[in-house]
Structures are given as structure tokens and as C-alpha cells.
Nanobody, 124 residues
Framework: QVQLVEAGGGLVQVGDSLRLSCVTSGRTFGRVAMGWFRQAPGKEREFVAA????????KYADSVKGRFTISRDNAKNTVYLQMNSLKPEDTADYYC?????????????????WGQGTQVTVSS
């Protein structure tokens, strides 16, 4: 049984920071890329960030570039999303996902496993 469990969401003010984490279990994710997506009410799920299995390659959505940082610790089977300078438009449910390849991908259709999501609310 593959499981991805996100944590770290919450209610914050504009300009604050949050660090999301995603712990995987059930298999070793050392050789697959990992990603973060988000979904706001009434909107489609959108790509936020991705990281290759080595951690060397990363990709970001333009809307978060320079503010968010994705990282991973394969020894701990954990992926992180550091979110700084948060804005109201960052409010969404954030999902971590495991890709079927080792390279970063922005397409949600390239991800096989998903967590249950963690809610982030940025209040102005």
C-alpha cells in the first residue's frame, strides 16, 4: 500500500511563511520525481513545483517562482515545500504526488500517487 501524507498547512497572514512536508511509505521513492500541486475552490488542480529524484533538477510555476522552494530527503522519504511571502492567491489545498519517472514533470497526468492534501489559507 502506497501512502503519501502531507502536513504543515494552516492559516497564516500575508507575507508569512509555511513549510509543507510529505512523507511517503509503502515503497522507496528514491528514484522517482516528486511534485506539489494545489487546488483552490472552484478551480482545477494546478502544478506548483517538482523535483527530480536526485534533487538536482527543480521546476516551479511562474506564480511561485522566487517564493517557494521544493526539496527532498530521500533517506527520510520526505519532500518539502518551503513557502515564503505568502499571498491570498496562494490559498488552496496542497497535494504532494509521486511521478512515474525520475525526471521533473509539470503534468498532473504523469503522477501516479497522491496524498490527501493539506489546506493553506492566507488571510489579508
Amino acid at each position: 500500500q502506497v501512502q503519501l501524507v502531507e502536513a504543515g498547512g494552516g492559516l497564516v497572514q500575508v507575507g508569512d511563511s509555511l513549510r509543507l512536508s510529505c512523507v511517503t511509505s509503502g515503497r522507496t521513492f528514491g528514484r522517482v520525481a516528486m511534485g506539489w500541486f494545489r487546488q483552490a475552490p472552484g478551480k482545477e488542480r494546478e502544478f506548483v513545483a517538482a523535483i527530480s529524484w536526485t534533487g538536482i533538477s527543480t521546476k516551479y510555476a511562474d506564480s511561485v517562482k522566487g517564493r517557494f522552494t521544493i526539496s527532498r530527503d530521500n533517506a527520510k522519504n520526505t519532500v518539502y515545500l518551503q513557502m515564503n511571502s505568502l499571498k491570498p492567491e496562494d490559498t488552496a489545498d496542497y497535494y504532494c504526488a509521486a511521478a512515474r519517472t525520475s525526471q521533473t514533470t509539470t503534468s498532473r497526468y504523469e503522477y501516479d500517487y497522491w496524498g490527501q492534501g493539506t489546506q493553506v489559507t492566507v488571510s489579508s
